[in-house]
């Protein structure tokens, strides 16, 4: 973990709340793995006085990309910044996905949550082939279907609830067959808590190694505060940021 002073190369509205930032960061760059994320404080700024969590959509040394929707008053301040504007980032943060060589790897992405997946297929795609099932509620919430698409992937399944793109519906409602189509030995998905309660049930099931990166309102993001503990399957609790981001499935208790 270290501290650094990014500065923002360039800052792209996307529409509907969806901002693409591209900073400066050597040292984070050179260190950020898939599932790594970073604590992002506006500099100068003492409001908001903490900082926010947000994942690491790709990283090519000196830079970081950070893709991130607009929500409240921290991610409201961040899309006023421009290009020269410097942020404090604090990270690589948390623990990865893991790379799992020989493994055939189903990657689910619900809006915001391709920000991790996108970074394992531009990391790890290369290597081998990677599935990915990408869905959101309409083209609005899809803006970076065209870098995904440039992906390296061997099958991109695409959904959206209106139909505008793909198949119309949740990717929820696809997940099954292409479960028993592909059979993939492992599943990483990152998206909604809604979304990924229903992934838990749907994929129970399959013999399939399940992956979860979950958000939280975090603190201080390196275990300090205990701000961001989530309710683990065992009735205990986890802390995201630094028992994860990455679970097992399994581990967590969905809510019903
Ligand atoms: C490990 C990790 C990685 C993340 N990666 C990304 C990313 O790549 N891109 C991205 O857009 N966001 C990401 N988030 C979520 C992001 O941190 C929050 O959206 C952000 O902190 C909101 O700050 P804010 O000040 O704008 O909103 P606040 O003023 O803090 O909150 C406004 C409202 O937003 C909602 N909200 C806030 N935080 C969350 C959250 N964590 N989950 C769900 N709803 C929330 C609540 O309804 C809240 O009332 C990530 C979170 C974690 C923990
Ligand atoms: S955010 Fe402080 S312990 Fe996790």
């Not at 800052?11 to 901002?19: E, M, T, V």
């Not at 921290?74 to 493994?103: K, M, V, Y």
């Not at 129970?204 to 701000?227: I, N």
Request: glycine share 12%; charged share 25%.
């Amino acid at each position: 973990m270290q501290d650094e002073r990014g500065l923002i190369e360039e800052s792209r509205d996307l529409g509907n709340g969806y901002h693409l930032l591209k900073v400066a960061a050597p040292r984070t760059a050179e260190a950020a793995k898939p599932g790594h994320f970073v604590m992002v404080r506006i500099l100068p700024a003492l409001d908001p006085l903490l900082r926010r969590p947000l994942g690491i959509l790709d990283a090519r040394p000196p830079y970081i990309w950070l893709y991130y929707q607009v929500l409240g008053s921290g991610t409201r301040l961040l899309a006023g910044q421009r290009p020269g504007d410097s942020l404090d980032i604090l990270g690589p943060l948390g623990n990865t996905f893991p790379e799992l060589p020989g493994q055939r790897v189903l990657l689910i992405a619900g809006g915001r949550g391709i920000v991790p997946l996108f970074h394992y297929a531009r990391t790890y795609g290369e290597r081998r082939p990677l599935l990915l099932l990408y869905g959101g509620r309409g083209k609005a919430d899809l803006p970076l279907l065209d870098r995904v698409r440039s992906l390296r992937l061997e099958r991109l399944f695409v959904f959206s609830e209106d139909g505008a793109l793909g198949q119309q519906g949740r990717l929820s409602d696809g997940l099954e067959k292409i479960v028993r189509d592909e059979r993939p030995d492992v599943t990483m998905s990152c998206g909604p808590e809604a979304m990924l309660a229903a992934l838990a049930t749907l994929l129970k099931p399959f013999p399939t190694r399940d992956l979860v990166l979950l958000e939280a309102r975090m603190g201080c993001g390196f275990g300090a505060c205990q701000g961001c503990a989530v309710r683990a399957a065992d009735g205990s609790y986890r802390r995201v940021c630094d028992e994860g981001p990455v679970f097992p499935m399994e581990e967590i208790q969905w809510p019903t």
